[in-house]
């Protein structure tokens, strides 16, 4: 089964600033995913990746084309869904973690990971207890448990940022360079931990740059090329 079908998706941006300058971020993209499947998404820098995943997570709406994701309760087309829907999905099936953290203020970092949690686990302390477990494995020093997230370096965030994503199983997981700087030991654990998920049955569409994670972690890649699908021969013209 696809959990996911993408066809002749595009996403242009109107830069106000420069004249309506219009940029074509994604054309004609079309690519379906199998339910379990890891893809990694893989490109030069600028070459469209986040645009796709923000696409598909609706933070940004796409210009044409369709999404079908197929939820627990049937097809369903992220383009169009009403915005009460797609609110839904993400606190049932649907995670999104961006390759930075943006921090809650003044909530512990225990907390933060645990927050998808709260939802269907009711007993709070069991579910810090979850997280407390993950961030271990992530190495995240004891101290820092119960500290807020705001003054933590880049790889310690990264670490919060992958656990909030991870703790709760969602059913389909996107996420944006997960292992970026990150230690070899924490990169496997990260590597590890998104495996589990898949035997599961998460499905997991995740960008990345790095060889050692993809090589280790996806079923196949997708690359983008100047917003299209596959490595093209030539730069286009404008
Ligand atoms: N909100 C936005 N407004 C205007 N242009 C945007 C917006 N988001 C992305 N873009 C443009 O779309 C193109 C693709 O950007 P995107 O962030 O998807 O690239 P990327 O492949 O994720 O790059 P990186 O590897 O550096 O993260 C870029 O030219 C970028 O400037
Ligand atoms: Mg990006």
């Given at each position: 089964?696809?959990?996911?079908?993408?066809?002749?998706?595009?996403?242009?941006f109107n830069?106000?600033?420069?004249?309506?300058k219009?940029?074509?971020?994604?054309?004609?993209?079309n690519?379906?995913?199998?339910?379990?499947?890891?893809?990694?998404?893989?490109?030069?820098?600028?070459?469209?990746?986040?645009?796709l995943?923000?696409?598909?997570?609706?933070?940004?709406?796409?210009s044409?084309?369709?999404?079908?994701?197929?939820s627990l309760?049937?097809?369903?087309?992220?383009?169009?869904?009403?915005?009460?829907?797609?609110?839904?999905l993400?606190?049932?099936?649907?995670?999104?973690?961006?390759?930075?953290?943006?921090?809650?203020?003044?909530?512990?970092a225990?907390?933060?990971?645990?927050?998808?949690l709260?939802?269907?686990?009711?007993?709070?302390?069991?579910?810090?207890?979850?997280?407390r477990?993950?961030?271990?494995?992530?190495?995240?020093?004891?101290?820092?448990?119960?500290?807020?997230?705001?003054?933590?370096?880049?790889?310690?965030?990264?670490?919060?940022?992958?656990?909030?994503s991870?703790?709760?199983?969602?059913?389909?997981?996107?996420?944006?360079e997960?292992?970026a700087?990150?230690?070899?030991?924490t990169?496997?654990?990260?590597?590890?931990?998104?495996?589990r998920?898949?035997?599961?049955?998460t499905?997991?569409?995740?960008?990345?740059?790095d060889?050692y994670?993809?090589?280790?972690?996806?079923?196949?890649?997708?690359?983008?090329?100047?917003?299209?699908?596959?490595?093209?021969?030539m730069?286009?013209?404008?």
């Amino acid at each position: 089964m696809n959990i996911l079908e993408v066809t002749d998706l595009g996403k242009a941006f109107n830069l106000h600033i420069l004249r309506d300058k219009k940029i074509d971020a994604l054309k004609d993209i079309n690519f379906s995913m199998k339910e379990g499947e890891i893809i990694g998404l893989t490109g030069k820098s600028g070459s469209g990746k986040s645009s796709l995943m923000k696409c598909i997570y609706r933070t940004y709406l796409a210009s044409y084309g369709e999404i079908i994701y197929t939820s627990l309760e049937g097809k369903i087309d992220l383009v169009k869904a009403d915005d009460h829907k797609i609110i839904e999905l993400r606190k049932t099936e649907i995670t999104y973690c961006s390759q930075f953290l943006s921090v809650i203020p003044r909530v512990p970092a225990v907390d933060v990971v645990c927050e998808n949690l709260f939802r269907i686990e009711k007993n709070k302390e069991e579910a810090r207890a979850k997280s407390r477990e993950m961030l271990e494995q992530l190495g995240l020093p004891q101290e820092l448990w119960d500290a807020y997230p705001s003054t933590f370096s880049g790889g310690e965030q990264q670490r919060i940022n992958v656990a909030r994503s991870i703790i709760a199983s969602p059913r389909f997981l996107l996420i944006d360079e997960p292992t970026a700087s990150l230690d070899a030991r924490t990169k496997d654990v990260v590597i590890d931990l998104i495996l589990r998920l898949k035997k599961n049955g998460t499905s997991v569409l995740c960008i990345s740059h790095d060889e050692y994670t993809l090589n280790k972690l996806v079923d196949r890649r997708l690359e983008l090329t100047f917003g299209q699908i596959g490595p093209l021969e030539m730069q286009p013209a404008n």
